[in-house]
């Protein structure tokens, strides 16, 4: 089992900055993948960025690219989301995920996720 706990969340004015943290524990050598998700009232969770957990790609929404980062401490296995330049359209829960196998349907498929952290509020005010 892994576990996932985020942190980080808040309430910001929009262009602000926020930097969101995942910390994994348990069997973390079994993870193959990590990505952020975030999910607003009434829409459908989403995918927002994800990783290789072993190192190399990185993935991203369009609607995040370029404001967004998404980085690991390895010593730390912890997993960090760096959000600039927010809108009031990021407003949401986000979530981070873990995926023990490669990705059949794709890295942005909230079902090839495995292990789920319990989510944290980002709200953006305009």
């Known amino acids: 089992q892994v576990q996932l706990v985020e942190s980080g969340g808040g309430l910001v004015q929009a262009g602000g900055s926020l930097r969101l943290s995942c910390a994994a524990s348990g069997r973390t050598f079994s993870i193959y993948l990590m990505g952020w998700f975030r999910q607003a009232p009434g829409k459908e969770r989403e995918f927002v960025a994800g990783f290789s957990w072993s190192g190399g790609n990185t993935y991203y929404a369009n609607s995040v690219k370029g404001r967004f980062t998404i980085s690991r401490d390895r010593a730390k296995n912890t997993a960090y989301l760096q959000m600039n330049s927010l809108k009031p359209e990021d407003t949401a829960v986000y979530y981070c995920?873990?995926?023990?196998?490669?990705?059949?349907?794709?890295?942005?498929?909230?079902?090839?996720?495995?292990?789920w952290g319990q989510g944290t509020q980002v709200t953006v005010s305009s």
């Open positions: 995920a873990a995926s023990r196998t490669r990705p059949i349907a794709g890295v942005t498929s909230h079902r090839e996720y495995d292990y």
